[in-house]
């Protein structure tokens, strides 16, 4: 351990669940989370999350999160137990021996990301989803018709990356759902479209890839233009208000070739 770790008392939080503790490695990933790690312990080892228990988005995430797993594995770890005092909320999950994906043009991953991601788009509804509406894009469509191309019944997951996406000795795993709705089906596979871009591929490409999952096939083009334009104008938004950070900009970049691509609005 290090001097950058929670005291004892986030230990001692944890200790009903992981008995004596060995190791403790924080990961690379986790960007929104105050603590991810593994922990080797008595009764793991287990991936740890942590937030400071604290009102907001943040919180509600991880709470999201612990309710919509049980729906979700195998294709994301299971959640083994959960912690929560006035100070923190913790999630442990069962490690897996993976590392993330590649999402670059030569990648031997893509088959597994895009496999995975159609057996997401099967997954039934859970009742718990039912009122996680998704809404992030609809003050980006132009209008409220656009917006109502994004409904749907779908569990979306949505938090798309190449850090998210597992691949494990024969096994891929979709990790951190910190945010999962309930939209339209072609959503996730619209915000792999990007990552791909994003990741040097060719709209064309992307598309592609894409085209291997059932909800992208089914989907109404116009609804995928709609969306197009929105996620352009989100990004735009987004990196207007914060013009330090480089990678937003790379984003609108992105976002502004897949709409021009599609001959959506730019």
Not at 56 to 67: H, K
Request: charged share 25%.
């Amino acid at each position: 351990m290090n001097d950058s770790l929670p005291g004892a008392g986030f230990w001692a939080l944890l200790n009903p669940h992981t008995g004596d503790l060995g190791d403790v490695r924080r990961t690379a990933r986790g960007f929104s989370s105050d603590l991810t790690a593994i922990v080797e312990c008595e009764k793991g080892p287990f991936f740890v999350k942590a937030m400071r228990n604290r009102p907001g988005g943040r919180r509600d995430s991880l709470i999201r999160e612990a309710l919509v797993n049980p729906f979700v594995v195998p294709l994301a770890p299971a959640l083994k137990w959960q912690a929560e005092n006035d100070e923190w909320i913790v999630l442990g999950f069962e490690a897996v021996e993976a590392r993330g994906a590649k999402f670059d043009v030569d990648s031997p991953d893509l088959r597994a990301v895009v496999g995975l991601l159609g057996r997401i788009g099967e997954l039934p509804l859970p009742g718990v989803a039912e009122g996680w509406a998704e809404t992030r894009w609809n003050r980006f469509a132009d209008d409220a018709a656009d917006a109502a191309l994004f409904e749907g019944g779908a569990l979306l997951y949505t938090d798309i990356n190449p850090s998210n996406f597992m691949i494990g000795e024969g096994r891929t795993w979709a990790v951190d759902w910190s945010w999962p709705t309930r939209g339209a089906a072609f959503i996730d596979p619209a915000c792999l479209v990007v990552q791909l871009v994003a990741a040097g591929h060719s709209p064309e490409d992307a598309e592609a890839w894409a085209g291997r999952c059932p909800a992208w096939v089914d989907a109404d083009r116009r609804a995928i233009d709609a969306f197009a334009s929105a996620n352009l104008r989100m990004y735009r938004s987004f990196a207007e208000r914060r013009p330090d950070a480089a990678w937003l900009k790379a984003m609108e970049t992105t976002a502004r070739s897949w709409a021009a691509h599609r001959g959506a609005p730019v």
